[in-house]
């Protein structure tokens, strides 16, 4: 069921990003006066369609296979590879009848929409939700298997990213692969230590997260009906039947050995050590709460979250261009954490979360518009650079070569898609 509901939720955001892109050359092509012969969701292969309509020169539809969709604008060679219009002469409502600043424009309709949504939907979630984050300053690692083998401890305190101070713990690993970071600077106990990291280990750093947040165990209160009464807010147990414990982790490995038994702990209480009786109940808990990391946020007004939504499209756009710059470089292995609509599906809550929706959505459509800009014949920035092209030269490419980079770049495409499917059908094997 719950996979059932992660594919629906992929198809809905998949489909409402599609349709906002295609909508985009739709409405500049019209602008214009071009006619559009078809506006698609999904591809109508074989002429087979689950839904078709034709309101005035345009037929919408709904094709059968779900990859993507398309907008057949009249005059110009797209996936579709229609050529029938090439024995004619050229109409006014076609597209190679219109002037190439138009014809960018309507190329790149479809990526100003995307863009133009994300910044809408980062503007509604700073706006409704806010923003919370943990500050880096306090925060200690929990060092992974990765980690350690990069020389990070769990305990230590990140101060440099090179010479920068990180703000956000969250981001600490989306910083280091994304920075290019040669250095790390981090406090272990009393002792500054410098790690010099190894930018060969990338892939594995796209792979496999690299650190947690260490939690000191510290009690915040004690439930209500526990036996453990003797404990205060704000006691530090350091020990637990004979070892040492600083992390709520390692505690909580300790207790479940003695569940349902009671143990002897060292407890700091204003400064003093202490020694404890405490029960462990049968599912290994002290029944208390362990004071939660600190979380900074803040809300937005109205018109504060538009600045603070436009910043945060372009924080994620340049994030996102830093990571296909890491896919080109294949030194990283980047390429292998490429993935497919299996790989979206994953990031989907298993219950209905609308701050978790949006966020996905407005992320998707900034890589949408991203790489949907890139210069590969059949994207729309391959039709941006050959208009580009034709304005700075003032020679149109032919059709003839167009059909041909077209084809070209429908097999790149194919490549990365296949690239993507395989990836995560060996993640899921």
């Not at 340049?318 to 990571?323: F, L, Q």
């Not at 949907?372 to 003032?394: A, K, S």
């Amino acid at each position: 069921m719950i996979v059932l509901f992660k594919i629906f939720q992929v198809i809905l955001a998949l489909s409402l990003l599609i349709i906002i892109h295609e909508l985009g050359h739709f409405l500049s092509a019209r602008m214009f006066g071009i006619r559009v012969d078809k506006f698609f969701l999904f591809f109508d292969v074989g002429g087979k369609a689950l839904f078709r309509k034709r309101i005035g020169q345009t037929e919408f539809g709904i094709g059968w296979l779900p990859f993507g969709g398309y907008c057949k604008i009249a005059g110009m060679i797209d996936e579709s590879l229609d050529t029938s219009y090439l024995g004619s002469e050229p109409q006014p409502w076609e597209f190679r009848s219109h002037p190439a600043w138009q014809r960018l424009i309507v190329m790149a309709g479809g990526v100003f929409n995307n863009f133009l949504f994300a910044v809408i939907a980062f503007c509604i979630i700073v706006g409704v939700w806010g923003t919370a984050y943990i500050p880096n300053e306090n925060a200690h690692l929990l060092a992974g298997p990765l980690a350690e083998e990069m020389g990070f401890r769990t305990g230590d305190r990140v101060l440099l990213l090179d010479s920068e101070v990180p703000e956000d713990f969250a981001q600490l690993q989306a910083d280091i692969v994304r920075r290019d970071i040669g250095t790390v600077t981090v406090l272990r106990g009393a002792d500054t230590v410098v790690l010099y990291l190894d930018r060969s280990m990338v892939g594995r750093m796209l792979e496999e997260q690299m650190f947690g947040l260490a939690i000191p165990f510290v009690v915040d209160s004690v439930a209500a009906g526990s036996p453990n009464t003797a404990l205060q807010s704000g006691d530090a147990i350091v020990s637990v039947a004979g070892e040492k414990v600083r992390w709520r982790h390692e505690a909580s490995a300790l207790l479940a050995a003695h569940k349902g038994s009671t143990v002897d702990a060292g407890v700091v209480r204003g400064g003093i050590e202490l020694s404890v009786s405490l029960q462990v109940d049968t599912a290994g808990l002290l029944g208390i709460f362990v004071k939660a990391p600190e979380v900074r946020s803040r809300t937005y007004t109205f018109w504060e979250s538009i600045p603070a939504g436009v910043e945060k499209t372009f924080s994620t756009i340049g994030g996102y261009i830093r990571d296909l710059g890491l896919l080109l470089n294949p030194s990283t292995k980047a390429y292998k954490s490429v993935g497919s609509f299996i790989a979206i599906g994953q990031i989907f809550p298993s219950v209905w979360n609308w701050y978790q929706f949006m966020s996905i959505i407005a992320l998707l459509s900034v890589m949408l518009a991203v790489m949907n800009l890139l210069p590969i014949p059949g994207l729309d920035g391959g039709h941006i650079v050959f208009t580009i092209y034709e304005m700075i030269t003032g020679r149109k490419p032919s059709d003839r070569f167009m059909m041909a980079a077209q084809l070209v770049g429908m097999a790149i495409l194919l490549l990365l898609m296949v690239l993507a499917f395989g990836n995560d059908i060996g993640r899921l094997l």
